[in-house]
């Protein structure tokens, strides 16, 4: 029998899920819990020191003060952090934490005060991070690193981990643009990755992010992911964009990962930002888009909530 086959979505999530349901359960424990955080910390300060974190690879000295493309530098910088009732229903409430900046400028992105920097963000030390991460241990199902986008701040991220009492599931929320040296010091440590799958044509990722050779790094990123733990995928569906983003994307999920990711097909986009000086993004989906989309993913019988 296959996931999909089965109609109960809390037991279709759970086939796809099984070893963060473990976790839940206190019958497995976080992976981040027998990692070697100390090499991995270690690396990853190089990396610092020419920064390529994410595939922008801007080759700058953040230990230095330098400032690359996401302009985060030595220091974790937060915006919120809060018990997320919105993510999807077996992730919350999701202890979820905002981290200032982004590896992407999405022209249509609706945390856009946070990813382009509106907001200024609180400076935060490891070790009152990982208080906060306890303190919430017992109310919330997970630790979700999210922003903007998390990936500049790996590093910080790995020693805040390492002060972590508690046995909570670790979430990696994020765009997908790591470098592969970033994929290398997430394995072992994530129990769910939680991507972000916004494009499959670079022409419409170049125009809409600012950002170079999106499906190769992106594609690659989850074929990583797929292999080192679980995965939900969302596909945040974009109106005129079925031919040339949405349909591969969801193709490429049924031929790469089948029904053993979860897919999040989400209908919600609305025009913020920059969004209006696009006339292809500019307004709401059509309740049609949205049903193509959804009899595809059935066709291609997808894990698939919405
Ligand atoms: S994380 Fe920031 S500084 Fe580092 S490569 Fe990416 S954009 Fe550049």
Known sequence: M???NIKDPNIRIKKALPKYFEILKTKAKPRFKSANL???IKEAYKILQSCELCERKCHINRLKGEKGWCQVQDQMKIVSIFPHLGEEF???PSLTI???SCTFSCQFCQNWTISQRVDKGEIFKEERLAKVIDSFSDTCKNV??????PTP????????LKLVKSDIPVIWNSNFYMSEKSMELLKGIVDVYLSDFKYFSDKCAERLSLVKNYSKVVSRNHELAFKDAE?????LVLPNHFECCTKPILKYIAKNFKDRVVVNIMDQYRPEYNACKFKDINRTLTCGEFEKVENLTKKLNLNYIT
Do not use: S
């Open 90 to 92: 077996f992730l919350v």
């Open 38 to 40: 100390d090499a991995k």
């Open 144 to 149: 979700n690193f999210v922003g903007g986008d």
């Open 153 to 160: 701040y790996l590093p910080f991220i790995l020693k805040t």
């Open 98 to 100: 905002f981290f200032w």
């Open 2 to 4: 296959t996931v999909t």
């Open 231 to 235: 995965l939900v995928i969302r596909h």
